[in-house]
């Protein structure tokens, strides 16, 4: 990724995706009518002005196509029915999306890969969007620095907004006690159970030992993910303050029938 693109573009895949919806009848047509293509064409003194027509309007899109394009086409177009079925899970299935050890900001300041860390959180979100996950579950190490730059803030908190809020249903219940296991400063609740909030992809994390909670010339431990769970932009489970008398007070979610504790 060069310095010029903009991590909030999204990759020509994923662009491309759902266009081409005239390929499966093209390819259908042909098998309906195999004796035409056996037939050689018969030459005619009219072929030399032939080749000056021009072409039809299909092939004309295909040529303006690239070939990752068509390639991704072909596989969007092949498993359209298991996506489907993927994208409308029944009431009891429970789907969470995994991602660990982000890292964001590294290597912020190189001209070459100071986008990378970012573009990346970004293609998790986008295929969690895609496949219509329950929640996100970011297990360690969301920021590279205990003390991030306000860029790396700025673009992360950014990327999150984006992604995480909108008007559809929650599914998931949380089911213990929130003020034992979430860390929130807002509500006492999860961000997407706020009413001043329209959170629709819920966001959870724990913090890792790169960004660990610290006194910042306070005696009050804070870490870089306070910040965004102060925000509503994700939910803070999973903290210690005291490494001597470690308590876990897991999280109980339910979807229908089925219950997961984190």
């Known amino acids: 990724?060069?310095?010029?693109?903009?991590?909030?573009?999204?990759?020509?895949?994923?662009?491309?995706?759902?266009?081409?919806?005239?390929?499966?009848?093209?390819?259908?047509?042909?098998?309906?009518?195999?004796?035409?293509?056996?037939?050689?064409?018969?030459?005619?003194?009219?072929?030399?002005?032939?080749?000056?027509?021009?072409?039809?309007?299909?092939?004309?899109?295909?040529?303006?196509?690239?070939?990752?394009?068509?390639?991704?086409?072909?596989?969007?177009?092949?498993?359209?029915?298991?996506?489907?079925?993927?994208?409308?899970?029944?009431?009891?299935?429970?789907?969470?999306?995994?991602?660990?050890?982000?890292?964001?900001?590294?290597?912020?300041?190189?001209?070459?890969?100071?986008n990378d860390s970012f573009a990346a959180l970004e293609e998790v979100l986008s295929l969690a969007r895609l496949h219509k996950v329950d929640l996100v579950l970011l297990s360690g190490d969301l920021f590279h620095d205990n003390k991030p730059s306000r860029r790396t803030l700025y673009t992360t908190m950014e990327i999150l907004r984006r992604y995480c809020m909108g008007g559809e249903a929650v599914n998931v219940q949380i089911v213990s006690d929130q003020k034992e296991c979430l860390r929130s400063v807002v509500s006492g609740r999860a961000n997407y159970e706020d009413e001043f909030y329209s959170v629709d992809l819920p966001i959870f994390t724990i913090h890792g030992n790169h960004d660990d909670p610290t006194r910042d010339g306070s005696s009050e431990l804070l870490s870089a993910i306070d910040l965004l769970s102060v925000s509503n932009l994700l939910n803070y489970f999973g903290r210690q303050d005291a490494v001597d008398n470690v308590q876990v007070s897991p999280i109980l979610l339910q979807k229908g029938g089925t219950k997961v504790a984190l």
Do not use: V
């Open 1 to 114: 990724q060069t310095p010029s693109q903009s991590i909030t573009t999204m990759p020509p895949r994923r662009r491309a995706r759902g266009r081409a919806a005239a390929a499966p009848a093209a390819a259908e047509s042909s098998d309906s009518e195999p004796e035409q293509q056996q037939q050689p064409r018969q030459p005619d003194d009219n072929d030399e002005d032939d080749d000056d027509e021009p072409q039809n309007t299909t092939t004309t899109t295909n040529n303006n196509t690239s070939p990752a394009d068509n390639a991704s086409e072909t596989s969007h177009n092949n498993n359209s029915g298991n996506n489907n079925n993927d994208n409308h899970p029944d009431e009891n299935t429970l789907r969470i999306l995994l991602s660990t050890d982000n890292h964001l900001g590294y290597l912020e300041k190189d001209p070459i890969r100071g």
